[in-house]
């Protein structure tokens, strides 16, 4: 047995005989995908390698084509990650909330991925291997050791040079995707995403401490070094596992009760080496029965015990390596507020809470931004009866179901180890008969690209009254129906599978498609620089499907229509690209521009450093008027729920049925596919013409049409001008403000009811504009950004022929020229600035 093998075995105070039972690895065929672990992050395919024993199993990627965890995992050409280990959990918790583990970084093709030892022995162990000859001179060897009683994966690399000449490496490893992560005594460690889940990772040398991050190999010379990688209930237990290797160790262990007995299950225990400091440097969690142990390095800890709602409990304890007495820590009764939301009919009703803090009370911190069930000063609920913790105080409390809705608010004083409750009856103010709801594009976690929990995504959507959301994760074919049908939401949301297609340029939202499951990227096409191939590609992917949508997503609209090779000049973009979409989003969360009357705009970017902004909506515009016919979408783009959640933006169209469940997605599609949509933040704005013309129509319209134009509100949105667009122009006789006109607007939900004379001279197309100027969506959202957001409503033109020849796209560009590529900063103020 190796030095690193028995060092690990003396690790988990396992002897290394007798063992009661081998361990085992072996690679996931067809019909042993029920053996994967699941969980949040669990990514196991076909073709991987499982490593289990009596406590826990692991996932090793296999040497498979353009495998990797998932579209982050690691961006570029050679993001790709066989051979790393992708999923850890406890054996049957099926609670993996790892992404990767990659061991020196590991990235790129490898020789091969192959099972060592199958645990016959003793020992099970896959191995991953770069040979040198295609890893410039570099071999490299990742070896993955599980033996029985061991609760982590010992990862043992072997790096040899055989170049012929000295050569520095990196041998730092990399762990993704965690948001709370630190060290503890040279361990380190991260917590899952959502504490709730309660799982907690750690990794550290073995024998001797970690090498240093870069290392000089002289020709000719091997080495090799080695970790463990752990799991736990937490971050503490992880810890602790691969702290037992130097035997000097304590256990810190007890329960967590209130003072009638009952455990406390919801706490947490930050752990701190420095009382005089805020800074955590390592949290443990009770389990269900309140009970907690973990061991940690000897020494003298701060504990304290934390759970909102109740007032913390500190406790200093002296760890060593003598037995400890178990620790019995009492906290309050929680505190909190009892919530029954329903509907007109009684009914139980999804919704989402606010929690503002009044009169010196601070704004609570419920969780991380991306969970329904508690998110930063919000709760999401996919039921109307739920119970929220919180610490005592005076709060203002509002109540909202998205924005047809009427809204409750209620001011509070919650005293220590009390319920107050909150009830009431959320009316459907907004009559939309015969339209549903509908949000194109949004991801969670299997996206890559953020830690949303799938649930997480389907209760923000099902709280803010989005009815229709197709499935639309990154490079990856998905279907929400399993979680909607888990959480009783079917009677509120419907979903069709199917992606977004990603890369380093135009991203693209398609459905449908059937999800092949245990699949790299469930079997989804691969992305390609030109929307075009992009395009077709999914047109026919799986088969040819009519009904089939396809959407450009945050489009560049320069590039794409304008100005392809980024030169300054005007060379027509993706030729053809026009015709080969169904829409684009004009609008994706930010604030609507359509009535700014400019091709750009001059802001500051990420690092605070003025750049040109292009605005599409005015680009869309004069696409309109150059004869561009696909649809406008607007969207969310959520890749949390507080701050970049759902709900800012949304579409309807009609459908034949208002209840979820019987939403045709091959009808929403046909509509969205004929511009039959509304765009909007909230107001419900209806436009036909008098013949009955919807939005996306075409009509004949001697001498103009007439519009009939309704807006309707909710109790806590307004608004203050309806502007109608000819040909993108915003002419003065048809802008009504209630300055201007306020006999024409109303108080209640009705804002806006008239038949609008439109005279034409020329063929037009018209969009009416609905916006509170002078309005937000602040009682919406409380703090998070959606909050700023105006007021904003507009459709697909309704496009109007008025020579009898059918319509003819004008070709005015509205005052500007097409905006081009490398512009600059200064070039923009010259013709912006007056």
């Given at each position: 047995m190796s030095g690193a093998l028995l060092g690990a075995s003396l690790l988990f105070n396992v002897a290394v005989t007798p063992i009661s039972a081998a361990p085992e690895a072996f690679e996931v065929g067809p019909n042993a995908t029920d053996q994967l672990p699941r969980g949040k992050e669990a990514d196991g395919i076909v073709g991987d390698f499982i490593l289990r024993n009596d406590k826990v199993e692991a996932v090793i990627s296999g040497n498979l084509p353009l495998r990797r965890a998932?579209?982050?995992?690691?961006?570029?050409?050679?993001?790709?990650?066989?051979?790393?280990?992708?999923?850890?959990?406890?054996?049957?918790?099926?609670?993996?909330?790892?992404?990767?583990?990659?061991?020196?970084?590991?990235?790129?093709?490898?020789?091969?991925?192959?099972?060592?030892?199958?645990?016959?022995?003793?020992?099970?162990?896959?191995?991953?291997?770069?040979?040198?000859?295609?890893?410039?001179?570099?071999?490299?060897?990742?070896?993955?050791?599980?033996?029985?009683?061991?609760?982590?994966?010992?990862?043992?690399?072997?790096?040899?040079?055989?170049?012929?000449?000295?050569?520095?490496?990196?041998?730092?490893?990399?762990?993704?995707?965690?948001?709370?992560?630190?060290?503890?005594?040279?361990?380190?460690?991260?917590?899952?995403?959502?504490?709730a889940d309660k799982a907690g990772y750690a990794y550290g040398p073995v024998d001797g401490p970690a090498p240093s991050a870069i290392r000089e190999l002289q020709a000719g010379e091997t080495f090799s070094y080695s970790r463990i990688l752990a799991v736990g209930t937490s971050p503490a237990e992880a810890v602790g596992v691969i702290a037992a290797r130097t035997g000097e160790t304590g256990l810190i262990s007890g329960r967590v009760s209130e003072r009638n007995g009952l455990p406390v299950t919801t706490a947490a225990i930050l752990i701190r080496t420095n009382s005089q400091t805020t800074a955590v440097n390592c949290i443990g969690y009770p389990d269900a029965q309140g009970r907690f142990a973990f061991r940690l390095p000897a020494g003298e800890y701060h504990l304290e015990f934390t759970d909102s709602g109740r007032t913390a409990v500190k406790q200093t304890v002296a760890v060593k390596a003598d037995p400890?007495?178990?620790?019995?820590?009492?906290?309050?009764?929680?505190?909190?507020?009892?919530?029954?939301?329903?509907?007109?009919?009684?009914?139980?009703?999804?919704?989402?809470?606010?929690?503002?803090?009044?009169?010196?009370?601070?704004?609570?911190?419920?969780?991380?931004?991306?969970?329904?069930?508690?998110?930063?000063?919000?709760?999401?609920?996919?039921?109307?009866?739920?119970?929220?913790?919180?610490?005592?105080?005076k709060y203002k409390v509002i109540v909202t179901r998205g924005i047809e809705y009427s809204h409750i608010e209620q001011s509070l004083e919650l005293l220590p180890e009390q319920t107050v409750s909150v009830k009431g009856k959320l009316r459907r103010l907004v009559d939309t008969t015969g339209w549903v709801s509908a949000d194109y594009h949004n991801h969670s976690t299997p996206s890559g690209d953020n830690t949303c929990g799938t649930d997480d995504r389907i209760i923000n959507l099902a709280v803010e009254h989005v009815e229709f959301a197709p499935t639309t994760e990154h490079n990856r074919l998905y279907d929400w129906r399993p979680h909607i049908r888990k959480l009783g939401l079917s009677d509120y949301l419907q979903t069709v599978s199917g992606l977004e297609l990603t890369g380093s340029g135009p991203h693209l939202n398609s459905?449908?498609?059937?999800?092949?499951?245990?699949?790299?990227?469930?079997?989804?096409?691969?992305?390609?620089?030109?929307?075009?191939?992009?395009?077709?590609?999914?047109?026919?992917?799986?088969?040819?499907?009519?009904?089939?949508?396809?959407?450009?997503?945050?489009?560049?609209?320069?590039?794409?229509?304008?100005?392809?090779?980024?030169?300054?000049?005007?060379?027509?973009?993706?030729?053809?690209?026009?015709?080969?979409?169904?829409?684009?989003?004009?609008?994706?969360?930010?604030?609507?521009?359509?009535?700014?009357?400019?091709?750009?705009?001059?802001?500051?970017?990420?690092?605070?450093?003025?750049?040109?902004?292009?605005?599409?909506?005015?680009?869309?515009?004069?696409?309109?008027?150059?004869?561009?016919?696909?649809?406008?979408?607007?969207?969310n783009d959520a890749h949390s729920v507080y701050g970049n959640g759902v709900g800012g933006w949304r579409m309807y169209m009609p459908s034949k049925s208002d209840l979820p469940p019987e939403i045709d997605w091959r009808e929403n599609s046909r509509h969205?596919?004929?511009?039959?949509?509304?765009?909007?933040?909230?107001?419900?704005?209806?436009?036909?013409?008098?013949?009955?013309?919807?939005?996306?129509?075409?009509?004949?319209?001697?001498?103009?049409?007439?519009?009939?134009?309704?807006?309707?509100?909710?109790?806590?949105?307004?608004?203050?001008?309806?502007?109608?667009?000819?040909?993108?122009?915003?002419?003065?006789?048809?802008?009504?403000?209630?300055?201007?006109?306020?006999?024409?607007?109303?108080?209640g939900v009705v804002k806006f009811e008239r038949l609008i004379d439109v005279p034409l001279t020329q063929d037009a197309h018209l969009i009416v504009v609905a916006m509170g100027e002078n309005f937000t969506l602040s009682v919406g959202y409380g703090t998070s950004p959606q909050s700023r957001l105006k007021p904003c409503a507009y459709h697909n033109p309704i496009f109007v022929d008025v020579d009898g020849g059918g319509f003819t796209a004008n070709g005015d560009l509205l005052d500007w020229p097409l905006p081009v590529k490398k512009l600059t900063v200064e070039d923009v103020r010259k013709v912006t600035v007056k």
């Amino acid at each position: 047995m190796s030095g690193a093998l028995l060092g690990a075995s003396l690790l988990f105070n396992v002897a290394v005989t007798p063992i009661s039972a081998a361990p085992e690895a072996f690679e996931v065929g067809p019909n042993a995908t029920d053996q994967l672990p699941r969980g949040k992050e669990a990514d196991g395919i076909v073709g991987d390698f499982i490593l289990r024993n009596d406590k826990v199993e692991a996932v090793i990627s296999g040497n498979l084509p353009l495998r990797r965890a998932n579209m982050s995992t690691f961006y570029g050409a050679s993001g790709m990650t066989p051979g790393c280990l992708y999923d850890l959990t406890f054996r049957g918790a099926h609670n993996d909330q790892i992404t990767i583990f990659s061991p020196g970084a590991q990235m790129g093709p490898v020789s091969y991925v192959r099972i060592a030892s199958e645990g016959r022995d003793g020992a099970a162990i896959v191995e991953t291997v770069i040979a040198a000859p295609s890893n410039n001179g570099i071999f490299k060897k990742h070896e993955y050791r599980l033996r029985d009683g061991w609760q982590g994966v010992l990862v043992v690399t072997t790096l040899r040079n055989e170049s012929g000449k000295p050569v520095k490496i990196s041998t730092g490893d990399r762990w993704t995707t965690f948001t709370r992560t630190n060290s503890l005594a040279g361990i380190q460690w991260a917590d899952a995403v959502d504490p709730a889940d309660k799982a907690g990772y750690a990794y550290g040398p073995v024998d001797g401490p970690a090498p240093s991050a870069i290392r000089e190999l002289q020709a000719g010379e091997t080495f090799s070094y080695s970790r463990i990688l752990a799991v736990g209930t937490s971050p503490a237990e992880a810890v602790g596992v691969i702290a037992a290797r130097t035997g000097e160790t304590g256990l810190i262990s007890g329960r967590v009760s209130e003072r009638n007995g009952l455990p406390v299950t919801t706490a947490a225990i930050l752990i701190r080496t420095n009382s005089q400091t805020t800074a955590v440097n390592c949290i443990g969690y009770p389990d269900a029965q309140g009970r907690f142990a973990f061991r940690l390095p000897a020494g003298e800890y701060h504990l304290e015990f934390t759970d909102s709602g109740r007032t913390a409990v500190k406790q200093t304890v002296a760890v060593k390596a003598d037995p400890s007495v178990p620790m019995e820590i009492a906290m309050e009764t929680l505190a909190g507020v009892q919530f029954d939301i329903q509907d007109e009919q009684g009914r139980s009703l999804p919704c989402k809470a606010q929690f503002q803090g009044v009169d010196g009370t601070k704004s609570p911190n419920l969780g991380p931004q991306n969970r329904a069930h508690g998110c930063v000063d919000q709760y999401h609920s996919e039921v109307g009866r739920f119970r929220v913790p919180l610490p005592p105080g005076k709060y203002k409390v509002i109540v909202t179901r998205g924005i047809e809705y009427s809204h409750i608010e209620q001011s509070l004083e919650l005293l220590p180890e009390q319920t107050v409750s909150v009830k009431g009856k959320l009316r459907r103010l907004v009559d939309t008969t015969g339209w549903v709801s509908a949000d194109y594009h949004n991801h969670s976690t299997p996206s890559g690209d953020n830690t949303c929990g799938t649930d997480d995504r389907i209760i923000n959507l099902a709280v803010e009254h989005v009815e229709f959301a197709p499935t639309t994760e990154h490079n990856r074919l998905y279907d929400w129906r399993p979680h909607i049908r888990k959480l009783g939401l079917s009677d509120y949301l419907q979903t069709v599978s199917g992606l977004e297609l990603t890369g380093s340029g135009p991203h693209l939202n398609s459905f449908p498609f059937r999800p092949e499951p245990y699949r790299q990227d469930n079997g989804a096409p691969v992305w390609n620089r030109d929307p075009r191939i992009s395009a077709i590609t999914l047109r026919d992917w799986q088969g040819a499907e009519p009904d089939r949508w396809i959407q450009i997503n945050h489009p560049d609209m320069v590039e794409n229509f304008i100005d392809r090779d980024a030169d300054g000049q005007v060379d027509g973009g993706f030729l053809g690209l026009a015709q080969l979409i169904d829409g684009l989003e004009t609008q994706n969360y930010a604030t609507s521009e359509i009535l700014d009357g400019r091709p750009f705009r001059i802001g500051t970017d990420s690092n605070r450093k003025e750049t040109v902004f292009y605005i599409r909506e005015f680009v869309w515009l004069q696409m309109l008027n150059r004869g561009h016919r696909y649809a406008a979408m607007a969207v969310n783009d959520a890749h949390s729920v507080y701050g970049n959640g759902v709900g800012g933006w949304r579409m309807y169209m009609p459908s034949k049925s208002d209840l979820p469940p019987e939403i045709d997605w091959r009808e929403n599609s046909r509509h969205a596919k004929a511009g039959r949509s509304i765009l909007t933040t909230g107001p419900f704005l209806q436009v036909r013409t008098d013949d009955g013309t919807l939005p996306g129509g075409a009509t004949r319209g001697p001498g103009g049409v007439k519009l009939n134009v309704k807006v309707q509100c909710t109790d806590w949105i307004d608004i203050d001008r309806v502007q109608v667009l000819v040909n993108g122009r915003q002419r003065k006789d048809l802008n009504f403000t209630r300055k201007s006109h306020p006999q024409w607007f109303g108080s209640g939900v009705v804002k806006f009811e008239r038949l609008i004379d439109v005279p034409l001279t020329q063929d037009a197309h018209l969009i009416v504009v609905a916006m509170g100027e002078n309005f937000t969506l602040s009682v919406g959202y409380g703090t998070s950004p959606q909050s700023r957001l105006k007021p904003c409503a507009y459709h697909n033109p309704i496009f109007v022929d008025v020579d009898g020849g059918g319509f003819t796209a004008n070709g005015d560009l509205l005052d500007w020229p097409l905006p081009v590529k490398k512009l600059t900063v200064e070039d923009v103020r010259k013709v912006t600035v007056k």
